[in-house]
């Protein structure tokens, strides 16, 4: 089992649409967790860190679900700029051993 | 300020010889971490510096790879007597190192194609 998990999509949807991505990991002593951002052929970017209580960015909203190890991202009123591939990140406990998902791929259609 | 920077951008080479991949990291940031993503592929941790120090190294994929740092600053990535399975496009990263929280800013990436 990987320790990182995700839906690799792809996810089609029409512009203004809500989507949602989930992600599960295997190492109940997982300490931070983020979303990273990557667009085709470019490096990734940290779209937000996810904290216990969930968070919020502007359309984006994260939770964390440590009970059941897994987190999800919301995107609400999706743009055409939002087509990307949406990377799940976890750090161990005691580290910097970083694990990436491989990615959800998000398409945005006029 | 300069972001990361890798160099080469792009590297061709043939299986069996050694390749020299370096990083710039951010000035001032004192974690760098190296990864490897093949194509359609997510990002592979391969190892982590604080400072010069690599207490991490569980993330090398076999004993051809070797990183080194000096300075607190530039960092090397070398593959030795390369494999066509090697090639992937080799990311490097650096954060301030205050702790996991930090935000990990990533390099443009050298892309690594064995023959």
């Known amino acids: 089992r990987k320790e990182v998990e995700q839906d690799p999509g792809p996810f089609n949807v029409p512009e203004g649409a809500t989507v949602a991505f989930n992600c599960t990991y295997s190492n109940s002593a997982s300490q931070s967790f983020f979303w990273y951002r990557q667009d085709c052929r470019k490096e990734p970017k940290l779209l937000m860190s996810?904290?216990?209580s969930g968070n919020e960015d502007g359309r984006f909203t994260a939770q964390l679900n440590r009970a059941s190890q897994y987190i999800s991202l919301l995107i609400r009123d999706s743009k055409l700029s939002d087509s990307a591939t949406y990377l799940c990140?976890?750090?161990?406990?005691?580290?910097?051993?970083?694990?990436f998902g491989a990615g959800t791929r998000l398409f945005v259609k006029a | 300020g300069a972001g990361v920077s890798q160099s080469p951008s792009n590297k061709v080479t043939e299986k069996g010889k050694d390749v020299e991949l370096r990083c710039d990291p951010i000035?001032?940031?004192?974690?760098l971490y190296w990864y490897r993503q093949s194509l359609g592929q997510g990002l592979e941790f391969l190892i982590y510096f604080q400072g010069n120090s690599a207490p991490d190294k569980s993330g090398l994929p076999s004993d051809r790879f070797s990183a080194e740092r000096t300075g607190g600053s530039v960092s090397t990535l070398t593959i030795q007597r390369t494999q066509q399975e090697d090639s992937a496009v080799y990311l490097c990263?650096?954060?301030?190192?205050?702790?996991?929280?930090?935000?990990?800013?990533f390099g443009p990436g050298t892309r690594l194609t064995v023959l």
């Open positions: 990263a650096s954060s301030t190192g205050q702790g996991v929280t930090d935000t990990q800013y």
């Open positions: 990140v976890v750090i161990f406990t005691g580290g910097f051993k970083t694990i």
């Open positions: 996810v904290y216990s």
């Open positions: 000035s001032g940031h004192t974690a």
